[in-house]
């Protein structure tokens, strides 16, 4: 299994304003990922952050909305920039495990909401 | 792109047995995986099929139809536990994961 801890667990911001959500695994892992998740919805793949080298964005989200950064291939950050009350959602981190399994774990989420 | 479709919501009762499906149409397939849900929890991980067949895993089955682009979770001996949201979710292009939009199940007394 991995362990991951994200932080912080929840916050209230200022539309405007930006925030940094911080990831850190257990062990090392290739690749992280970013979800974005609203209440009672489905999970949304922000990006893809690899150590080394730019993260890779999906349909519809930005760089600059969504800079992402991964220093080592323990840790990886995620900033919410510019909020607006529309990027008021569940942002959680995931690594996977190849094994017998492919399995993805996450992190606890960061409950945003923008004022 | 990707596309996952299950139903929204199911209701059972204690000690049933309640069938989740999912069809999905992906560019690239590497498996497909299960996924539990408290509310306010993390997603938490059920089962993975990378091929066609049955997958047991004490209470819970998943079965996968490569050819039908078709799976499904099997909840066996319903407890009120198991009342979350269930997500399949497909391992497609460059390996990144694609969620359902889930199943909210509803286990009654």
């Known amino acids: 299994s991995a362990v991951i801890s994200q932080k912080p667990s929840r916050d209230i911001c200022q539309r405007g304003t930006s925030l940094t959500i911080q990831c850190q695994v257990d062990?090392?892992?290739?690749?992280m990922f970013w979800y974005r998740q609203q209440p009672g919805q489905s999970l949304t793949l922000i990006a893809t952050a690899n150590q080394g080298s730019e993260a890779t964005y999906e349909s519809g989200f930005v760089i600059d909305k969504f800079p992402i950064s991964r220093p080592n291939l323990t840790f990886s950050t995620l900033t919410v920039s510019n909020m607006s009350p529309e990027d008021s959602s569940i942002y959680l981190c995931?690594?996977?495990?190849?094994?017998?399994?492919?399995?993805?774990?996450f992190g606890q989420g960061t409950r945003l909401t923008v004022v | 792109g990707q596309s996952l479709e299950q139903p929204s919501e199911v209701t059972a009762v204690e000690g049933a047995i309640v069938q989740i499906n999912c069809t999905y149409q992906t560019s690239g397939f590497y498996g497909l995986s299960w996924y539990q849900q408290h509310d306010g929890g993390a997603p938490t991980f059920l089962s993975y099929?990378?091929?066609?067949g049955l997958e047991e895993t004490g209470r819970f089955s998943s079965f996968l139809s490569r050819s039908d682009s078709y799976g499904y979770l099997l909840l066996q001996e319903l407890q009120m536990k198991d009342s979350a949201s269930y997500f399949c979710?497909?391992?497609?292009?460059?390996?990144?994961?694609?969620f359902g939009s889930g199943t909210k199940l509803n286990v009654k007394p």
């Open positions: 099929n990378a091929l066609d």
């Open positions: 979710a497909v391992r497609g292009y460059n390996f990144k994961f694609y």
């Open positions: 062990s090392q892992v290739t690749m």
């Open positions: 995931s690594v996977e495990r190849r094994g017998q399994n492919t399995e993805a774990f």
